[in-house]
Each structure stands twice: as structure tokens, then as C-alpha cells.
């Protein structure tokens, strides 16, 4: 530990490039995390905020929900079968505003259940981000594939799908304006909940995100860049304290001349990669989160704890793998050759 301390001291300049550039890059993974993040909600919370369970939708909808159409009959039954389950259907549409202004919805509908938001013929409840728009309680929407009008009766925090916000209504209203009678989706809430049904396919909530195109695209895109600067930060370590140790073949050849063991120079390595490594990572954390209070409302950045402690477990966990991979020369080195060699 001494010794690691005197090596870090005496060669702070490299020390600190090491460590601005696993800063910088650390940061930058965050900052994505907490993108990648905020988009998954803002594309799919209306899906990510139910409970675990299985999805179902008919087989012949090629894993596509806007294609499924579940029958009355095997609706019907499912409900039955199952008290807490639901049917429900959601469509891209427009509203229209009192001033003409058309704005984009997620239209939601779904049988009597705690899991969604139920409104009777005529209103509609929509999600908070269209009361930021100017929308108030009581206003009068429009829709042109609707004969009436939605009076809005209120608002729900963070529900969106397909990067829209979600407009609840009334499953007549639903019916009339896309001439359809079935159901697209069916949900049964509960982790056993997986069961069969004639001409339905199930789905876990994490596998019916992913047929949703917009969310595993986007999603998948992100999750590879993360993974591809948690990589390079890996190879930052090794190639820096492979350079290091290098230079240091006469120095290392002198300390196990004079009695140290391997694992005691492997210990002095660890000991400046973890140094390095939980500095970067306490002021990247610093900042990502301070950008996380300040990013503005409508951007959609959420970088939570969770994420935070498990990429830099992460940082940790690849920092040790490149050092000890770089010191693996370590071992072969012989104290005599070493000693003749030179130290550069």
C-alpha cells in the first residue's frame, strides 16, 4: 500500500490521465444510462408500470399487438378464470383542442380493472404531460373518427407508450372510433400466472416490450453503446499498467530479488486501479446526478440508484480484469534477467 502510494505520487501526471479519462468516459456511460432510461419510460410506462405477469395476444398477430384481435368468447373466458385479469386495446390517434391544435395520444381502453383508469361515455383522462401543454380539467377535445366529444375529467402521472402520452377512454368511445368490437391484448397479473389458452400466445412483461419495435431498437441501440464504453474503460486499464509494468520489469525484478511475493506486487496494482477507479467514479456520480436534477422537464433522463450502484460495480469489476490481465508478466518476470535488463 506504501509503496503503491509513493509510485502514485511520483508519477501523478500519468495517474491523473488515467484517471480524467475513466472520469470521462464513466460519465458519459452514465449520462446514457439515465437516457436510455428515461426514454424506456418514456416509450413504454404505460406497460413497465404493471405488475409482473404474462401478456397474451392471438397467435396469428405475428407478435404484433396491433394485429391481434382476442374473440369475445375467449375473453370471456380468461376473465373468468382469472378475477384480477384485464383486457385492454391501445391505438395511435389525435386530439383536437377547443383552439384546433391537434396533438398525438396513445388512446387506451380496457375492461373494469384497478390496473388501468376507467371513465365512463365521453370523458377522457389523460396523462400529465398534456396538462403541462396548456390541457385543463373540464376542457373539450375532439377526435374526427369520434360523433361526440371528450370532456377531460383528469390526469395521471407518467403514462406513455410509443413516446405519446396516454388518453384514457371509455370502451364504447374506443369501439366507435376504430370499428372493432375484440380486444387487442389480455394481462394476468401474478408471477405464476402463465397459463394456456386456445389460439393465444404468452408473453412475459419483458418479452412483450420487445415486440413493441420502437422500444427494442431503441433500447437495444443505447444498452450497446453503454457496454461498448464499460469495454473501452477495460482496455484503458490494461493497456496503461501494461505500459507501467513494462518500465517497471527491473523494478519488479529488484523487489522479488529482496523477498516480495507476486501476489504482494499484484496487491500494489489493485490498490491504484481501486484508487483510480473510485475517485473517477465518486465524481462522475457527483455530476451525473446533479444533471439529473437539472435536466429540464420534458427531456426524458431518469438515472436512478439502482443503475447508478450497478455500473460502477461494473467500472470496478472490468478495471480489476484489464490491470490483472496487464500484470500477468508479472509472474514470468525472473529477478536476475530483470536486475539486467535494467530499470528504464
Request: proline share 2%; glycine share 6%.
Amino acid at each position: 500500500m506504501n509503496i503503491a502510494w509513493k509510485e502514485i505520487k511520483k508519477n501523478k501526471v500519468r495517474f491523473l490521465i488515467l484517471g480524467s479519462i475513466v472520469f470521462l468516459v464513466s460519465l458519459l456511460t452514465f449520462i446514457i444510462s439515465g437516457l436510455a432510461n428515461g426514454l424506456s419510460q418514456d416509450n413504454a410506462a404505460l406497460i413497465k408500470d404493471l405488475p409482473d405477469g404474462e401478456f397474451y395476444m392471438t397467435e396469428d398477430s405475428d407478435q404484433t399487438y396491433n394485429l391481434s384481435r382476442i374473440t369475445k368468447s375467449t375473453e370471456d373466458e380468461l376473465l373468468k378464470k382469472n378475477q384480477d385479469a384485464v383486457a385492454f386495446s391501445i391505438q395511435m390517434g389525435f386530439l383536437d383542442d377547443s383552439g384546433g391544435k391537434q396533438r398525438s395520444v396513445a388512446f387506451v381502453t380496457s375492461t373494469d380493472s384497478k390496473l388501468f383508469t376507467n371513465v365512463e361515455k365521453g370523458e377522457i383522462v389523460l396523462d400529465s404531460s398534456m396538462e403541462d401543454e396548456g390541457i385543463k380539467t373540464g376542457d373539450t377535445l375532439t377526435n374526427n373518427q369520434h360523433s361526440g366529444k371528450f370532456i377531460v375529467k383528469g390526469f395521471v402521472e407518467q403514462k406513455k407508450f410509443s413516446h405519446s402520452p396516454v388518453a384514457y377512454i371509455n370502451m364504447e368511445d374506443y369501439q366507435e372510433m376504430n370499428h372493432v368490437e375484440e380486444m387487442q391484448l389480455a394481462f394476468i397479473p401474478g408471477k405464476d400466472a402463465l397459463q394456456e389458452f386456445k389460439g393465444l400466445q404468452s408473453f412475459s412483461k419483458k418479452d412483450f416490450l420487445n415486440t413493441i419495435p420502437s422500444y427494442n431498437a431503441e433500447q437495444m441501440s443505447l444498452n450497446m453503446i453503454v457496454w461498448f464504453l464499460v469495454v473501452i474503460s477495460g482496455m484503458l486499464f490494461a493497456i496503461f499498467f501494461y505500459m507501467m509494468n513494462v518500465q517497471k520489469i527491473g523494478l519488479y525484478g529488484i523487489l522479488k530479488a529482496i523477498g516480495m511475493k507476486t501476489r504482494e506486487l499484484f496487491k500494489m496494482m489493485w490498490t491504484q486501479m481501486i484508487f483510480i477507479t473510485v475517485i473517477a467514479l465518486i465524481l462522475s456520480i457527483t455530476l451525473s446526478q446533479v444533471f439529473n436534477v437539472m435536466v429540464p422537464k420534458g427531456m426524458p433522463f431518469n438515472l436512478t440508484f439502482e443503475t447508478t450502484v450497478q455500473l460502477s460495480l461494473v467500472f470496478l469489476i472490468i478495471g480489476f480484469i484489464g490491470a490483472t490481465l496487464s500484470g500477468l508478466q508479472i509472474k514470468k518476470v525472473e529477478p536476475l534477467q530483470a536486475i539486467q535488463q535494467g530499470e528504464v
